[in-house]
T-cell receptor, first 110, second 118 residues
Framework: DAGVTQSPTHLIKTRGQQVTLRCSPK?????VSWYQQALGQGPQFIFQ???????QRGNFPDRFSGHQFPNYSSELNVNALLLGDSALYLC?????????FGPGTRLTVL | AQKITQTQPGMFVQEKEAVTLDCTYD???????LFWYKQPSSGEMIFLIY??????QNATEGRYSLNFQKARKSANLVISASQLGDSAMYFC???????????????FGQGTILTVHP
């Protein structure tokens, strides 16, 4: 049984560009959350998707948007990239009290 | 608002010894869940153990146990018989509304770097 998968593993973009990150949840999990982790910090919650709707959002600007598909997979989109968006982006899938993370996508903005 | 505090930026332990990583939390909610994750240098966040606020027994998973003291709002992770592969960053996290639902964000502490010496 595959766990949470994310793609791509690494990504390099320049300021002002747009990026899309992808996540496939663990089998049986219906909820997907996205987190941003800056170097040396704990992850910060971006938003959570359930039944294709955003049901909770953290303190992130509207440049950060997402989507969940009928198969529960999810995308994170970031527009107008800033240098400060450079971070590890983690996807977590959950079902009841289980919450597992994917390997992350490391985004570098130049 | 939820808050997690990990006061130990770094900890050192000898191989085969036990180590305790501290975590205190603050919440006004009665129903919540506490999680511990391990993050090696590769970056993946590995789930270790979960404790619900209404669980009467302390959670255990193999060499990991959670010392849950609700009145003191602490949820310390105990790793027994440390191994070299345990060297990593460890995060304590909390989620409110833990009553059998996936709803709710995780709030993380700043983490503790554990180094296991041979």
């Amino acid at each position: 049984d595959a766990g949470v998968t994310q793609s791509p593993t690494h990504l390099i973009k320049t300021r002002g560009q747009q990026v899309t990150l992808r996540c496939s949840p663990k089998s049986g999990h219906d909820t997907v959350s996205w987190y941003q982790q800056a170097l040396g910090q704990g992850p910060q919650f971006i938003f959570q998707y359930y039944e294709e709707e955003e049901r909770q959002r953290g303190n992130f600007p509207d440049r950060f948007s997402g989507h969940q598909f009928p198969n529960y997979s999810s995308e994170l989109n970031v527009n107008a990239l800033l240098l400060g968006d450079s971070a590890l982006y983690l996807c977590a899938s959950s079902w009841y009290n289980e919450q597992f993370f994917g390997p992350g996508t490391r985004l570098t903005v130049l | 608002a939820q808050k997690i505090t990990q006061t130990q930026p770094g900890m050192f332990v000898q191989e085969k010894e036990a180590v305790t990583l501290d975590c205190t939390y603050d919440t006004s909610d009665q129903s919540y869940g506490l999680f511990w994750y391990k993050q090696p240098s590769s970056g993946e966040m590995i789930f270790l153990i979960y404790q619900g606020s209404y669980d009467e027994q302390n959670a255990t998973e193999g060499r990991y146990s959670l010392n849950f003291q609700k009145a003191r709002k602490s949820a310390n992770l105990v790793i027994s018989a440390s191994q070299l592969g345990d060297s990593a960053m460890y995060f304590c996290a909390m989620r409110e509304n833990a009553g059998g639902t996936s709803y709710g964000k995780l709030t993380f502490g700043q983490g503790t770097i554990l180094t296991v010496h041979p």
